[in-house]
């Protein structure tokens, strides 16, 4: 059974930084791509950033682009997501999900087979 878990959210001042944190285990192929979205009431979810099955290849929403860095731990499920400069418009539930099998840089929920619950990020201003 395959399990995705963010952890690292919480509240900020305008111009911090917080990094999130996301591990999936029960995986059985290597070759997955892990990507961020987040999400507020209002809006659809939203494409936030991506990094390859190896950590070699990056892409980021232009809302992000950096500010937002992307780190993964080698081949290994696990991906990080550091926020810095953030500003109150950054403010949603941040998710990360795993493209199985996908060795690619996939931008869409529907490319993605496994999501974690999601971890609030506030800034406030």
């Known amino acids: 059974q395959v399990h995705v878990q963010e952890s690292g959210g919480g509240l900020v001042h305008t111009g911090g930084s917080l990094t999130l944190s996301c591990t999936a285990s029960?995986?059985?192929?290597?070759?997955?791509?892990m990507g961020w979205f987040r999400q507020t009431p209002r809006k659809e979810r939203e494409f936030v950033g991506v990094?390859?099955?190896?950590?070699?290849?990056?892409h980021y929403a232009d809302s992000v682009k950096d500010r937002f860095i992307i780190s993964r731990d080698g081949a290994k499920d696990t991906a990080y997501l550091r926020m810095n400069n953030l500003k109150p418009e950054d403010t949603a539930v941040y998710y990360c999900?795993?493209?199985?099998?996908?060795?690619?840089?996939?931008?869409?929920?529907?490319?993605?087979?496994?999501w974690g619950q999601g971890t609030q990020v506030t800034v406030s201003s």
């Open positions: 029960g995986l059985t192929f290597s070759e997955n791509a």
């Open positions: 990094v390859n099955w190896n950590g070699g290849e990056k």
């Open positions: 999900a795993v493209a199985y099998g996908v060795v690619g840089l996939p931008q869409y929920p529907g490319e993605y087979s496994y």
